[in-house]
């Protein structure tokens, strides 16, 4: 393998101690991925982050001068990703939020399934919910006939969690909701849309899995639901990719 560069941003806001455990996640699958030649940059994005996450994450051990830690005042993951990918040094990005978790050979595997097939964004096989709630099943991927585009049009089949060329990401910028008074949101739903409308498909990296942590306090997505947002209007919807 020749000397890739991946950046990982990771946006943190209030996740305290959880952010720790994250960092050493993330140091994890970055000892692998060195193993196999890939060089590793972690841009952490403390947006409007509490006291206690800042302080964590900016004097965490498993930070190196190469990595990025950026302070944004957002208020908003999709804007605040759009920030740390404009910091970011790598020619391959991964997002990845920073309470959760992905198996150590999530980069090396991603990777090789980008080498062969450059139209297409790559999440993890498994997903694993832990937290308040328990449960593990696969995401869909579209180079086997999976993710049908009007199942897309209906459903999120995918998660945040997602690596793919850093042009991928200039030509689908994450887009801002301003959720509680717009009255939009989902901007991981919309950005998978995005990215469908460029042509490109979603697939997996085979034997990898995100671990994601469902809270018990109160989350993004469960305000989302509470408040009954719509996706944003966008480009996949006037598209004719899931017209027949």
């Not at 841009?43 to 964590?56: E, H, K, N, Y």
């Not at 005042?73 to 970011?88: K, L, M, Q, Y």
């Not at 997996?204 to 997505?221: D, E, I």
């Amino acid at each position: 393998m020749g000397r890739d560069i991946v950046s990982i941003v990771m946006t943190f806001h209030a996740e305290a101690h959880l952010a720790h455990w994250s960092l050493l996640g993330f140091e994890r699958l970055r000892r692998v991925s060195e193993a196999a030649g890939i060089n590793m940059q972690l841009v952490a994005v403390l947006d409007s982050a509490d006291i206690d996450t800042g302080r964590i994450v900016r004097s965490h051990p498993v930070l190196r001068r190469s990595d990025v830690c950026l302070a944004t005042r957002h208020s908003d993951p999709a804007i605040a990703r759009n920030s740390g990918i404009d910091a970011a040094s790598g020619s391959y990005l991964g997002i990845l939020d920073g309470d959760d978790y992905c198996s150590a050979n999530w980069v090396v595997e991603s990777l090789g399934m980008l080498r062969r097939y450059p139209q297409v964004v790559v999440h993890t096989d498994y997903l694993v919910v832990f937290g308040s709630a328990w449960g593990m099943g696969r995401l869909s991927d579209q180079l086997i006939g999976e993710g049908q585009l009007e199942s897309c049009f209906k459903h999120h089949l995918w998660v945040s969690t997602v690596i793919a060329p850093r042009e991928v990401f200039l030509a689908c910028p994450y887009r801002g909701s301003q959720m509680a008074t717009s009255g939009f949101g989902y901007e991981d739903w919309d950005w998978s849309l995005a990215v469908l409308a460029q042509g490109i498909r979603h697939t997996t990296a085979p034997g990898t899995a995100l671990f994601y942590r469902q809270k018990v306090t109160q989350s993004r997505q469960r305000d989302a639901t509470a408040q009954q947002v719509v996706l944003q209007p966008g480009p996949f919807f006037s598209s004719k990719l899931w017209r027949h």
